[in-house]
């Protein structure tokens, strides 16, 4: 793994008191769950930080899993891992906007075209009935997009169709090869067009190492303009109007 991007994963498993034993199974695992706390993080700031359980209910990876190693459901820019919740935003909201996150994450520089599509399957399998085995975290996501589609009070509250955000991440350089570009486009375009589920907008990225480590920093100098701001500003006042 190039050096700077290994700091940072370095200090996440730190920050997180992880402890591989440098097993390889082990850091593949870490490096998802990574992958998946930077990316919804740049996206949706402090959604940690209030629960700190969140990071595991997302990192969806492991046996039966899909092809897929993180999923995410926001609702109004919240990520909901209940019914409950989904029911609380919307019966606080006038409008509601959704958007389905997924996430693919390798620890190794090569971006392989086999894994891109059966990551694309793995997606086209979420929207449309369970045909492949898929394990606890996955069959949850299902359950609430299945209470989202079929929740009156939610669909009469829909601003718009939602979302459907992918993101397919590697440690190396982004391919340009037209078999690779070829393969993207046809899954974005396929998921645009289906029938199972309409979608306002399919977005496809790949995110490489140097993109990475561009979103790592990213969400670095966020925290600390974060540190900042409470060193500046009082974070509350008492009865009597006096900071605390």
Excluded: W
Aim: aromatic share 12%; with cysteine; glycine share 6%.
């Amino acid at each position: 793994m190039e050096p700077i991007l290994k700091s940072y994963f370095v200090k996440f498993k730190t920050e997180f008191e992880i402890n591989t034993d440098d097993d390889p199974q082990k850091e593949a695992s870490v490096f998802e769950r990574f992958v998946n706390y930077v990316l919804f993080s740049v996206d949706y700031p402090d959604t940690f930080t209030a629960d700190s359980e969140l990071l595991d209910f997302v990192s969806v990876g492991g046996q039966d899993d899909t092809f897929i190693d993180g999923i995410g459901i926001t609702i109004n820019d919240r990520l909901i891992r209940s019914i409950d919740e989904i029911n609380e935003i919307a019966d606080s909201s006038r409008k509601l906007s959704i958007d389905f996150v997924f996430v693919q994450s390798k620890m190794r520089a090569n971006f392989d075209i086999s894994e891109l599509n059966s990551f694309g399957t793995g997606v086209r399998h979420f929207f449309g009935e369970a045909a492949l085995p898929e394990n606890g975290k996955i069959a949850e996501f299902r359950e609430l997009k299945q209470y989202i589609y079929s929740n009156e009070k939610v669909i009469s509250k829909l601003h718009k169709n939602p979302s459907l955000q992918m993101y397919f991440v590697g440690t190396g350089t982004e391919p340009h090869n037209d078999h690779f570009l070829g393969i993207q486009t046809i899954i974005r375009d396929g998921l645009a067009q289906a029938k199972d589920c309409y979608f306002e907008k399919v977005d496809f990225k790949i995110i490489d190492g140097k993109q990475l480590i561009k979103l790592c920093r990213e969400l670095a100098n966020s925290f600390e303009v974060q540190i900042v701001i409470k060193d500046i500003f009082p974070l509350s006042v008492d009865s009597n109007g006096a900071c605390q």
